[in-house]
């Protein structure tokens, strides 16, 4: 069965230093994996997602999240966190026949002055 | 804005009370979700739409149905309400055809208070 975890439920990182969202999926066939950002009293928003083709995914707001098979990973990063990344992080996964999205847990990141 | 519209955006009610919360796809979204986020269970998926027709079932109880009617807006009853119950229901919308790969577009949610 497909299944999404999210290491870590709360993640705490200063103004300027490197942001970094774990997410490791299970699936039996190739996946499509998507990062999704809620802030504070808004719904769910598209980051970024994998499809097919480069592995290496550029988002909005400076996240990328790179597919590795081997690893069944699709952790998200940005270089440099803003005050304003403050937010709940969902990874997400789907597939090819499937008609749902699984979502992980959350990672609620915070930002330090 | 992500063009899904849910209504009402907050709503208080009491124990064994029923409710009906409603969703406007984005213009031309065939599909429709349903999804549950709470404090202690997360989000949860509850119930997916296609163009009218049920596709794919979650975590939804008994007490809970949905329907997606001819416009393709569609409503979630709930019924019988328990302090349980009490969560952000958000419904979502993707676009025409059966991509695995497609964005699912969230509304702001509707906020459910049971007392």
Redesign the interface.
């Known amino acids: 069965a497909q299944s999404v975890t999210q290491l870590g439920s709360h993640v705490s990182v200063s103004e300027g230093a490197l942001v970094l969202l774990r997410c490791n999926y299970s699936s039996s066939v190739p996946p ?1 994996l ?1 990062w ?1 950002v809620q802030y504070p ?6 980051l970024l ?1 994998y ?2 083709g480069a592995t290496l995914v550029k988002g909005i707001n400076g996240f990328e999240a790179e597919f590795k098979k081997s690893e069944t990973s699709f952790h998200l990063t940005k270089p440099s966190a803003h005050m304003s990344d403050a937010a709940e992080y ?1 990874c997400a996964v ?10 992980g ?2 990672t609620r990141l915070f930002v330090k002055a | 804005d ?1 063009g ?1 519209t849910q209504t009402p955006k907050h709503l208080i009610t009491a124990t064994g009370q029923r409710v009906t919360l409603r969703c406007s796809p984005r213009s031309g979204d065939l599909s429709v ?1 349903w ?1 549950q986020q709470s404090l202690d269970q ?2 949860q ?1 509850l119930i ?1 739409y ?1 163009n009218g027709e049920e ?2 079932k ?1 975590n939804i109880l008994e007490r809970f149905s949905a329907q997606q009617f001819p416009d393709l807006h569609s409503e979630l009853n709930l019924s019988s309400l328990e302090l349980g119950d009490s969560a952000l229901y ?1 419904c ?1 919308s993707s676009a025409p055809g ?1 991509t ?2 497609n ?7 509707s906020w459910l208070t049971v007392v």
Do not use: D, M, W
């Open positions: 499509y998507f999704y009293n808004q719904g769910l928003q598209l997602k499809t097919t969902f789907s597939y090819t026949g499937g008609f749902k999205t699984i979502f847990a959350g | 992500s899904v979700y999804y997360g989000l998926f997916q296609y596709r794919a979650g958000f979502a059966q695995a790969g964005t699912i577009y969230f509304g702001e949610g």
